[in-house]
């Protein structure tokens, strides 16, 4: 992700936790350790939303991080690739676009345990909040960070094949759901955003570990973008990038804004990309909390019921599972921010939940005009 406010997005999940629900030794001791050291970790949310970012302390070698760039540096050496690019906390996910450097920016709150449950009670999920997800999300932007590195954007066949990087980069876009041009990769049909999100997609889709693009985009336009990083990669795998900096953009030392002020600029600034088309469907399966209090919520529900419904879909629509499970995310957040409930007997909820998400996707791909917030 260029420099920006990223929006693709997969509910994050709590590690997990071994059989019994008991926790591994060295978790336990990882966790008491982090407790003693950030005595801010068992402040009230009140307190802790007062709190300075560049007052937290934390730094890469906290939290989840450690091991998901790890899991990085493997799969670039299993490629053969020379190239490492270098990590720092900072607000969000960035690799900074036409900085001199190979620079991975990680959102502060993975790297502690209480940041993450309050990014999750403030924006409703946590941007890379599982190890599958930060796989995804490091992959993506090792591919901008190696763009950089190499000045790849600079070489004829790469405009040839994905566009001028020159192209300015748009504040929303609007994907086109039935295209065959882009990999599926992050949420959103991300790769369609900008040229150099379309590379940076397209990298991350070849570097997965047993990945078999060949096969998953046989007959698509988009596999020869997929030859073209393959071949690309075997010609510069060995070479020393050219640019070497490792200069830190925004910087968590030199925030000095407070967590409470992070999430109101942050809240406001998302607010703008919702939409509320299928406000009314969802209101005439779901209630409203403030009626019904004790009642559970609907974006639990959805989320329990979510593969079942999802294979389903995938079966009867004949679509891809990417297109099914944006439709099913958008769905979940926007019950979760219009605070509905299940209020009808479950069996018959579960019934018209499948109706309205199998209409919802039926109508984002025949209007394929759904615009999305960089």
């Given at each position: 992700m260029a420099k920006k406010k990223s929006t693709q997005t997969r509910p994050g999940a709590a590690r997990g936790t071994r059989r019994g629900g008991r926790r591994p030794a060295v978790e336990r001791r990882r966790n008491l350790t982090m407790r003693r050291q950030f005595g801010w970790a068992d402040l009230p949310e009140e307190q802790l939303l007062e709190l300075r970012i560049c007052d937290l302390g934390l730094d890469t070698t906290h939290g989840c991080i450690p091991a998901a760039l790890a899991r990085l540096d493997d799969e670039l050496a299993r490629r053969g690739i020379r190239f490492r690019p270098h990590c720092w906390l900072s607000e969000d996910w960035f690799s900074p676009d036409g900085v001199p450097g190979i620079p991975i920016a990680i959102p502060f709150y993975l790297a502690h345990p209480r940041l993450m449950r309050l990014e999750r009670r403030m924006m409703h999920e946590v941007e890379g909040g599982n190890a599958r997800w930060l796989r995804r999300i490091l992959r993506h932007e090792a591919g901008h960070a190696l763009d950089t590195a190499y000045r790849l954007r600079r070489r004829k066949g790469w405009r040839e094949v994905f566009g001028p990087a020159s192209v300015p980069y748009p504040v929303s876009y609007v994907p086109r759901p039935g295209s065959r041009r882009h990999v599926l990769h992050l949420g959103h049909w991300y790769a369609q955003s900008h040229p150099t999100e379309d590379f940076a997609e397209t990298f991350a889709v070849w570097l997965a570990p047993n990945s078999t693009w060949r096969g998953d985009y046989a007959g698509w336009p988009a596999l020869q973008k997929l030859l073209y990083v393959d071949e690309l990669m075997t010609e510069i795998r060995d070479l020393p990038a050219p640019v070497r900096s490792r200069r830190h953009i925004e910087p968590l030392s030199e925030n000095?804004?407070?967590?409470?002020?992070?999430?109101?600029?942050?809240?406001?600034?998302?607010?703008?990309?919702?939409?509320?088309?299928?406000?009314?469907l969802l209101k005439s399966v779901f209630g409203a909390r403030a009626r019904w209090p004790d009642r559970p919520p609907a974006s639990t529900?959805?989320?329990?019921?979510?593969?079942?419904?999802?294979?389903?879909?995938?079966?009867?629509?004949?679509?891809?599972?990417?297109?099914?499970?944006?439709?099913?995310?958008?769905?979940?957040?926007?019950t979760r921010d219009l605070d509905l409930c299940v209020h009808q007997p479950v069996r018959q909820t579960k019934r018209e939940t499948f109706s309205l998400l199998e209409r919802i996707l039926f109508d984002s791909i025949r209007r394929g005009r759904e615009r999305y917030a960089l």
């Open positions: 000095r804004m407070t967590l409470r002020q992070y999430y109101e600029d942050k809240r406001s600034y998302y607010e703008t990309s919702k939409t509320n088309r299928y406000d009314r529900f959805i989320r329990q019921v979510r593969p079942q419904l999802q294979r389903l879909l995938i079966r009867r629509s004949r679509l891809h599972p990417y297109l099914v499970h944006n439709v099913m995310r958008i769905v979940i957040q926007r």
